[in-house]
């Protein structure tokens, strides 16, 4: 995953931070993306996850010592496969949630800001985006098993 932190340095800092699990919780203990799931998939558009709290799309927050932030900015389109962007319920609420793009998702420009792009590992990508749902919910969890940074 390469992270457009000279486009959007707020927004990949926040994601960094949830990849490391610097970032503490009110109990102080790591929260992030380690042992979160994939909660939504829709085949040929998108895969999401990033919601640790909850584990169902209703759950997120952010680094900034506030439930969500605001969007950074739309330069960077959804212009194919593999692109990372921030999952949001609106203007201005982006926090832990993000998806990732099957193909050009040129509808959600301006409206998701995104922030980085797959550059080794879409094979894997495109088999979670392949896997059998209820409802956009796959019907095995899909684990994220180790993150970090390099």
Do not use: W
């Not at 997120?60 to 389109?77: L, M």
């Not at 550059?119 to 095995?140: C, F, H, M, S």
């Amino acid at each position: 995953m390469q992270l457009f932190a000279d486009l959007t340095p707020k927004t990949a800092e926040n994601f960094r931070q949830f990849c490391t699990g610097e970032t503490k919780n009110p109990q102080g203990r790591p929260q992030g993306y380690k042992g979160s799931k994939f909660h939504r998939v829709i085949k040929d558009f998108m895969i999401q996850g990033g919601d640790f709290l909850k584990g169902n799309g209703t759950g997120s927050t952010c680094i900034y010592g506030k439930p969500a932030f605001e969007d950074e900015n739309f330069v960077q389109k959804h212009e194919a496969a593999g692109y990372l962007s921030m999952a949001n319920s609106g203007p201005n609420t982006n926090g832990s949630q993000f998806f990732i793009t099957l193909t050009a998702t040129p509808h959600l420009n301006n409206k998701h800001v995104v922030f980085g792009k797959v550059v080794e590992g879409l094979d894997v990508v495109y088999k979670i985006g392949n896997a059998r749902t209820t409802r956009e919910k796959p019907n095995q969890e899909i684990l994220i098993a180790q993150c970090g940074e390099m």
